[in-house]
């Protein structure tokens, strides 16, 4: 089954900019989407089709997708954007949804 | 408003068989393409993907959990449901349910709020 992999957490400091990976193999075929979970909401989409932003979502965040790794990243981090980041593709060799292992952002 | 909410019970028993209710509004589960999936969250821990189900009644399950699992849906009553059979603590968890646009669109948004679900005797 497929993987993906996400460290498990990123610290930063409020204003600067935030990274967030997202490994897996040949990911860059596959399209990413990435959620923010704030604690005790359900997720909300803040990135699909690897780049594009739902309505509402600052242009803070944007998205890439090449090669072995995808990559969230947040401009100007507030402390509002801490929280939990999920990173999500379709497997469709089994047709399944797969999610990553979740990176916590900390703003120092 | 597109929106899904979660209904079930909060405490189900181990060996019990638990049925989770997702009703949807502002869509409708006939709508060509669109599918609604469930997927839990243990407390601490990661997202994890259960199964889904499409308007044309295409169904998947999670490889480990297939055996326990079906999904299905009402379109008369905008509803789909969930059911887990032989429930172990291991399966307490936040369930939630979420839209998949389409096919091509395959991501979840939005999502319902979640339902608690505690295994234990």
């Known amino acids: 089954s497929y993987v993906l992999t996400q460290p498990p957490s990123v610290s930063v400091a409020p204003g600067k900019t935030a990274r967030i990976t997202c490994g897996g193999n040949?990911?860059?075929?596959?399209?990413v989407h990435w959620y923010q979970q704030k604690p005790g909401q359900a997720p909300v989409l803040v990135i699909y089709?690897?780049?594009d932003r739902p309505s509402g979502i600052p242009e803070r965040f944007s998205g890439s997708n090449s090669g072995n790794t995808a990559t969230l990243t947040i401009s100007r981090v507030e402390a509002g954007d801490e929280a939990d980041y999920y990173c999500q593709v379709w497997d469709s060799s089994s047709d399944h949804a797969v999610f990553g292992g979740g990176t916590q952002l900390t703003v120092l | 408003q597109v929106t899904l909410k979660e209904s079930g019970p909060v405490l189900v028993k181990p060996t019990e068989t638990l049925t989770l209710t997702c009703t949807v509004s502002?869509?409708?589960?006939?709508?060509?393409?669109?599918?609604v999936s469930w997927i839990r969250q243990p407390p601490g821990k990661a997202l994890e993907w259960l199964a889904h189900?499409?308007?044309?009644?295409?169904?998947s399950y999670s490889t480990s959990l297939k055996s326990r699992l079906t999904i299905s849906k009402d379109t008369s009553k905008s509803q789909v449901v969930l059911t887990m059979t032989n429930m172990d603590p291991v399966d307490t968890a936040t369930y939630y349910c979420?839209?998949?646009?389409?096919?091509?669109?395959?991501?979840?948004?939005?999502w319902g709020q979640g339902t608690l679900v505690t295994v234990s005797s």
């Open positions: 502002g869509f409708s589960l006939s709508n060509a393409r669109m599918g």
């Open positions: 089709y690897d780049s």
């Open positions: 189900i499409f308007s044309n009644d295409e169904k």
């Open positions: 040949n990911i860059g075929s596959k399209s």
């Open positions: 979420a839209r998949i646009p389409s096919r091509v669109q395959d991501w979840f948004d939005p």
